[in-house]
């Protein structure tokens, strides 16, 4: 069983930036394929990025050159840095690990419990 536990969400501004961080309960970051979603209230979870174990790195196209996903084998860990945040990118976050097909699809088998981002007007 692979525990995943996100951090770094919060409030800010139009603009702003935060990072994201997804830790991993085990030996996970490395061997996987890890992916960010983001489920917005009344809406559906919506793929952000995704890294392979290879290396091949997917985005959204609503994200395109303001997010950057990246990992640290060593720590176990995955990050998503967003930068020019708009207000449409209020949600709730999710690292996931382990894709059962696709990595853009949702079917993945592990699940972090999510972290709020709320950017404000």
């Known amino acids: 069983q692979v525990q995943l536990v996100e951090s770094g969400g919060g409030l800010v501004q139009t603009g702003g930036s935060l990072r994201l961080s997804c830790a991993a309960s085990?030996?996970?970051?490395?061997?996987?394929?890890m992916g960010w979603f983001r489920q917005a209230p009344g809406e559906e979870r919506e793929f952000v990025a995704a890294?392979?174990?290879?290396?091949?790195?997917y985005y959204a196209d609503s994200v395109k050159g303001r997010f950057t996903i990246s990992r640290d084998n060593a720590e176990n860990t995955v990050y998503l840095q967003m930068n020019s945040l708009k207000p449409e990118d209020t949600a709730v976050y999710y690292c996931?690990?382990?894709?059962?097909?696709?990595?853009?699809?949702?079917?993945?088998?592990?699940w972090g419990r999510g972290t709020q981002v709320t950017v404000s007007s």
């Open positions: 085990r030996r996970t970051v490395s061997g996987y394929t």
């Open positions: 996931a690990a382990h894709a059962k097909g696709v990595a853009t699809s949702p079917a993945y088998n592990y």
């Open positions: 890294i392979r174990s290879g290396g091949s790195i």
